[in-house]
């Protein structure tokens, strides 16, 4: 339960796309707004894999490695929480660290083979941070050290392609398949199932490739770093290539008679990345910005480019780069200093130094002397109107050189004064314009080695395209001649102060964050310290905005980098409705001559290399191998579940829970309001209720200033709705949930605007509304392509329960056909959708039904008190009313929703609860063994998907599997049937299962800030989860028998008997799939 709750909680949802998205610090505000913008533009691919899940989890911008089973979580409503803390990007306080941290003697660093090169006390982050040099090899080292329970180790290695072959993205993949001390198929793969690990993933930049991990054990946290140290010095990829072929690409033949076709993990991946309107966008800026250096290439690999890679490269690529030489390390946390360096030197000391350094050096891109002009097509449905769906984007390289910190920390805020919030002038100009759908571009991107800036719009009509670029730049011109309102610079210093000092880093580490924001200077041989440091800069910043007014502070800068630089790239993007099939065909063509050019001999080698590599895929490890990963012992583990202090008390009648935590003075309140009482028909319009509660403006205060005035006294307000099924009843638990932040000082301020926000806001701006219309039709259009797993899922809940169907009505494919019949109703009926936007707001606002959640220290719980009982007066009291009939359900039939993508999402689920099962904590444990073992290996490594995963909603009881980026459509579907018979044929030793159930508690227990302690005490409030409840999963899970498991393969048998299908695929799949399974499928076109 604790397990559903936490894949769940909408924090860690709506955290994850931005701190994916690490950034120096200055940019970590600007950050916030990027994820509001529709866009994941960036020149990076975003990767979602996890997360990235939806709109915003688009944000993931670079390649990692796996997609993590939270990404997989669709369930309930929390896509639509776009606008939770749209005013501040989400910092907190981990830790409360005091500067006594243990400290090392150069003697024991010259024991170890270390020097000091330099060392500070880092007050924003409360740690000592000592710099060392590995003096055989020059491999340089940041032991950063504090009270932080949550320790991170990261190995970072410069790593430049010279083409789009993907090297890097294949070589971060396959360094975790098997090393020297670890010679089984995937360490990381073991270390997911059985580690307590806070973090685990790898990252492949344009120039970098990071391999972080973290936990909150410290035995388990050097059991991490010694697997991942043995991982990438000594991989087993570089001697055995059929890593290469699996990760990277092969031909796959079956059997002679049949066609080849290409395969591969990072293959299928990237065909995904490349299905991506935005995706193609950002890729494209990147390479016309940097024409003449690294970044001129896609370090993830073009589909196109990908089969160009030989074995022999990618091993070379690896001897020359995966060098100490060339690597930076960091380590943070609670952990003792001297064993950092003496796990290191073991490592280190086996290489001699070498010239890979100077070799990785990045080279800068120098200025073009006029701008560029790219036009490029993507892929476009045939069903859809491709009038208005062009795309124009501006892109500038912002200096030919990298910038000092200062200037870099003025631009980042500049960007976020520009379009860091719905109301900054840029954003808002652009939409008020209505030349187009959504902004795309992210503003200013500072993570590679000289900064870039970018905008545009998505959803253009192509006779509109100049006026795109002469509003952008005329609006430009404009800021730079007239300056930005006094209230709108205070609204951001206060918000970026707030998020800085926060440091709210959701689930993503303290110390990762830390990690990303110090190598993005350190990886270009700059100090590593530096981007830790705000405090002088932020404050020399407000000295001079003060002094010279904040004219005279941004006004040069527009008009230096971005009005009068001449390295301007233009990209304008047009549907293409034929390019998806022409693609296909073109690789079709490329397969069908080198078949044509193999004799029968070498068909039946290729058969047999197919056959060869499967087998051994599909071989599991032998026992002596899989003990060779070590892991905890169930003794290490804790027999209780994490305790959140909660007080349950009430004020003027009304439910408040109250969390004592230690918040470092910044109060966290949710309100939440029962939505029961809503009738059905107007469920899907709530998203935008709720937009709208935050984006229009009062009888008193427009929009902007309203926004403002959020930005200025509080740390962001979010409202968003909340749908989950529980246990044992028919009925959902259903939500509006409005969340806010502020420091304990602006408690009163929080409190008052919230309910301006809930009370005050005016549903009368038409033209406001319709934008919000347009956005989220394209905010969903990206998400069919990019999350298709997530719509499956939803999709597939929405046939089986009315929790389902309600988050299908506000997230799903009905959504978007609601958005797309809502836009002429917006014409021709404003009226009525004005009164239906106050009609929620009646039915949802109310003291019956209300329940407010605060987390904070004691003090300035008691302090809240007072303005929260002043807010509850303001509130209508109205007698009970009955609930709903909500009682809707999707037609129970599978189902194909096609869209143009090279690559399928394909689920399959049941609800297991109408079987008689009744849950048992062990599910937990199987589950994730499922999703890491058999869907692992079959999906993911022989099938190619980049992700094959399941879950059980234990709320509802629906069991589903789900695939992500998959070649496949029926053949992943036989995988999911096979399940049952898996389970039931299963043998373990006690080893694996012990790890099994490790792993579990891993995610049971997982890391969390003291903010999100207190939202998932709420949610287990909400959905009736009692403290003896969690103690019984917990004893349950760590009971787990191998008996559990064939048990339950019993019960998932009912997912293939009698479990619905939903997959989002391409035309073509379904057409085949269709055939050869006599019309499986139900098909709908989406896009
Ligand atoms: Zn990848």
Redesign the pocket.
């Known amino acids: 339960m604790e397990r559903a709750i936490f894949l769940r909680n909408p924090n860690k949802l709506h955290l994850l796309p931005r701190h994916y998205s690490p950034r120096n610090f200055f940019s970590l505000f600007s950050s916030s707004s990027k994820s509001a913008r529709s866009s994941s533009f960036t020149r990076r691919i975003l990767?979602r894999p996890i997360s990235p899940l939806t709109p915003r989890s688009l944000l993931l911008p670079r390649?990692?490695?796996f997609l993590p089973l939270s990404d997989t979580t669709y369930s309930s409503s929390f896509h639509f929480n776009k606008h939770h803390f749209s005013s501040a990007s989400p910092h907190a306080i981990a830790t409360q660290c005091s500067p006594g941290v243990s400290t090392l003697p150069d003697e024991v660093a010259a024991k170890y083979g270390f020097e000091k090169v330099s060392e500070e006390f880092i007050g924003e982050c409360k740690s000592k941070a000592v710099l060392f040099k590995h003096k055989k090899t020059g491999a340089e080292v940041m032991s950063v050290s504090n009270d932080d329970e949550n320790k991170v180790f990261g190995i970072v290695f410069r790593t430049p392609p010279k083409d789009s072959t993907g090297i890097p993205?294949i070589l971060?993949?396959s360094v975790l398949c098997g090393s020297r001390k670890y010679p089984l198929k995937e360490p990381f793969v073991e270390l997911l199932k059985g580690s307590l690990h806070t973090f685990l993933n790898a990252f492949?930049y344009p120039d970098r490739t990071c391999y972080p991990v973290a936990s909150t054990n410290t035995k388990d946290f050097y059991n991490l770093v010694d697997v991942y140290l043995d991982a990438v010095f000594f991989p087993k990829c570089v001697e055995d290539h059929h890593t290469f072929q699996q990760e990277g690409w092969h031909f796959e033949l079956n059997n002679p008679s049949e066609e080849i076709s290409y395969k591969g993990v990072?293959f299928n991946?990237m065909k995904g990345v490349y299905s991506q309107p935005d995706n193609i966008l950002g890729r494209t800026a990147q390479l016309a910005l940097f024409p003449d250096n690294t970044y001129g290439v896609d370090s993830g690999g073009d589909p196109k480019v990908i089969p160009k890679l030989t074995f022999e490269q990618f091993k070379e690529f690896h001897g020359k780069y995966y060098h100490p030489s060339n690597a930076r390390i960091w380590f943070y946390g609670d952990d003792d200093p001297t064993e950092r360096l003496r796990i290191l030197s073991e490592y280190l000391d086996m290489f001699d130094a070498s010239s890979a350094s100077n070799e990785s050096r990045i080279e800068q891109q120098k200025f073009f002397s006029e701008p560029v002009r790219i036009v490029e097509k993507y892929p476009a449905g045939d069903g859809s109107d491709l009038k208005k769906k062009h795309m124009v984007c501006l892109n500038w390289l912002l200096a030919d050189k990298p910038l000092d910190l200062e200037t870099e920390l003025t631009l980042g805020f500049l960007d976020h004064l520009m379009l860091g919030t719905p109301a900054s002038p840029l954003t808002k100009i652009l939409l008020d314009s209505g030349l187009g759908d959504a902004i795309v571009g992210g503003g200013v991107e500072d993570e590679l080695l000289q900064p870039q800036f970018s905008i545009g719009l998505k959803g253009v009509s192509k006779e509109d395209i100049e006026k795109v670029e002469e509003l952008v730049m005329g609006t430009l011109k404009k800021l730079a001649e007239e300056g930005f309102e006094t209230d709108a610079v205070e609204a951001s210093m206060n918000t970026i102060e707030f998020s800085l000092r926060e440091n709210n880093t959701g689930s993503f580490p303290r110390g990762l964050s830390l990690m990303l924001q110090s190598i993005s200077k350190w990886i270009y041989d700059m100090d590593p310290f530096e981007p830790l440091k705000y405090e002088k800069p932020l404050m020399a910043l407000k000295a001079r905005i003060a002094e010279e007014g904040s004219k005279a502070v941004f006004s040069p800068l527009i008009e230096k980098f971005i009005l009068n630089n001449p390295h301007r790239v233009t990209i304008e993007m047009q549907p293409d409705p034929e390019k998806a099939s022409r693609d296909e065909a073109a690789e079709r063509e490329i397969l069908e001559k080198v078949k044509a050019s193999m004799t029968e001999e070498e068909l039946a080698e290729l058969a047999h290399a197919t056959q060869e590599l499967r087998l051994k895929q599909e071989t599991p490890d032998p026992p002596e191998a899989l003990r060779s990963v070590p892991s905890l012992s169930l003794l290490d583990i804790p027999k209780e579940p994490i305790h959140i202090p909660t007080e349950a008390g009430d004020i003027n009648g009304v439910k408040v829970l109250k969390h004592d935590l230690f918040t470092n003075d910044v109060l966290y309140a949710e309100i939440v309001f029962n939505m029961r009482s809503l009738k059905q028909e107007l469920l899907p319009l709530v998203p935008l209720f709720c937009q709208s509660l935050l984006e229009m403006g009062t009888k008193d205060l427009t929009f902007v200033q309203l926004n403002q005035l959020i930005g200025r006294k509080t740390g962001g307000i979010s409202v968003y709705p909340f749908t989950s099924s529980v246990q044992g009843r028919e009925d959902p638990c259903s939500h509006i949930i409005a969340r806010g932040k502020a420091m304990a000082g602006r408690v009163e301020d929080l409190f008052n605007l919230v309910n301006c926000i809930l009370q005050e806001v005016q549903f009368t701006d038409q033209q406001r509304f319709k934008q919000f219309v347009s956005q989220s039709k394209a905010g969903m259009e990206n998400r069919l392509r990019g999350s298709g797993h997530r719509i499956a899922a939803t999709r597939m809940d929405a046939k089986l329960n009315v929790t389902g169907w309600i988050s299908e009505q506000m997230g799903g494919v009905s959504y978007l056909e609601f958005l797309q019949a809502l836009e002429e109703r917006v014409d021709q009926d404003w009226d009525g959708v004005s009164s239906s936007l106050e009609e929620i707001r009646t039915s949802l606002l109310s003291k019956n039904g209300c329940l407010i959640n605060m987390t904070a220290d004691g003090k300035n719980l008691t302090n809240s008190e007072k303005h929260v009982s002043k807010f509850l007066d303001l509130l209508p009291s109205k007698s009970f009313v009955e609930a709903a009939a909500w009682n809707a359900r999707l037609s129970p039939g599978n189902e194909a929703i096609v869209i143009p993508t090279q690559v399928n999402y394909v689920g399959k689920a049941a609800n297991i609860y109408d079987t008689g099962y009744q849950l048992n904590g062990s599910a937990y444990v199987i589950s994730k063994y499922i999703s890491n073992t058999w869907l692992w290996d079959r999906v993911r490594v022989s099938g190619g998907a980049?992700g094959g995963f399941c879950d059980l909603d234990t709320h509802s009881g629906v069991f589903s599997f789900l695939s992500y980026r998959d070649p496949n459509l029926l053949k992943t579907l036989d995988v999911y049937d096979g399940t049952g018979a898996f389970l039931h044929q299963l043998e373990m030793d006690e080893d694996t299962l012990s790890k099994a159930i490790i792993g579990t508690i891993g995610d049971v227990d997982s890391y969390q800030l003291p903010d999100a302690k207190g939202y998932s005490s709420l949610l287990r409030y909400l959905l009736g989860i009692t403290e003896e409840e969690r103690q019984k999963r917990r004893e349950e899970i760590l009971s787990t028998s191998l008996k559990d498991f064939k048990e339950f393969g019993e019960v998932i048998e009912a997912v293939k008997d009698k479990g619905v299908t939903v997959a989002v695929a391409s035309p073509d799949d379904v057409d085949a799939a269709n055939k050869e399974r006599s019309n499986y499928f139900d098909v709908k076109k989406a896009l």
């Open positions: 990767h390649r990692c490695r993205h971060e993949h492949t990072v991946e980049y």
